[in-house]
């Protein structure tokens, strides 16, 4: 009997829906299938797209102008990326698959967490940002695994691509691991290095991390999320301050 699969992913048409639509197609060939979808609901008050509004006067002409076409033009973005972007939306692929989708803004809703227990997945894979309370955390011990993009220990927190950029890394990464109670640690089970393109933009590197997620996951799902080691975090990044972006801007970095 094949074993049950929780995803929990953001409600976001650029790198979760690429991720889920490679996923669904080679899930097929382990002994795990997706049973459910939960879908976060943008918290836009925390989130990217409200950091940048808040902060459109750090941000270049050419940068606001490709943001407009990922907002408003989704399927001409192509024409101004080196990374290929999936437009593809969350619902048509789980349309596509035959996905029972559930949809909540807040991943520690009291109904939701209830829902959860109750339905007794093998596992749960999130690649979202919320961060997981104890009642799920407890219910599900070491069967929470999250996806990160960078090299933890190193860059645990929130938007870490651009700190990443901002130190001008060499490389990022993409790192899987069980989560505990604390900010991107618990057992490490795979992590990735990545080059880190120094003409590419925030948002190709991400682009380009996300497409290894599914490779990464299908590996994890063959050694039954086996874990490796595990991660002691230390230093949790927050979205950037002044002088972050003034090490953006030195190393002439790009959001898009």
């Known amino acids: 009997m094949k074993k049950s699969l929780l995803l929990i992913i953001a409600d976001d048409l650029y790198f979760q829906s690429s991720f889920l639509k490679k996923f669904s197609e080679q899930i097929g060939n382990t002994e795990y299938f997706i049973k459910d979808i939960v879908i976060l609901k943008s918290d836009y008050k925390n989130s990217s797209q409200q950091y940048l509004l808040n902060n459109f006067f750090k941000l270049k002409f050419t940068e606001l102008f490709k943001l407009s076409i990922l907002k408003f033009f989704p399927k001409i973005i ?68 999250n996806v990160h993009l960078s090299l933890l220990p190193k860059y645990a927190g929130v938007w870490t691509m651009f700190q990443q950029m901002s130190n001008n890394e060499k490389y990022t990464g993409v790192t899987i691991h069980k989560i505990n109670s604390k900010i991107d640690s618990g057992d490490m089970i795979l992590q990735k290095k ?18 290894q997620v599914p490779i990464l996951l299908i590996k994890c799902l063959q050694k039954n999320f086996k874990s490796i080691k595990k991660l002691k975090t230390t230093k949790i990044y927050k979205f950037p301050n002044d002088d972050d972006w003034k090490n953006f801007r030195y190393y002439k970095k790009k959001i898009i």
Not at 194 to 211: A, G, H, M, R
């Open 78 to 145: 192509n024409c101004f990326l080196n990374e290929i972007c999936i437009n593809i939306s969350i619902n048509k692929i789980s349309k596509n698959f035959k996905y029972n989708l559930i949809k909540y803004s807040n991943l520690n809703n009291k109904n939701l967490t209830n829902l959860i227990k109750k339905k007794n997945y093998n596992y749960i894979i999130n690649t979202a940002s919320q961060i997981y309370k104890g009642n799920l955390i407890k219910a599900y011990n070491n069967k929470i695994i």
């Open 194 to 211: 990545i080059f880190l393109n120094k003409d590419s933009s925030l948002f190709e590197n991400q682009l380009k991390c996300y497409k």
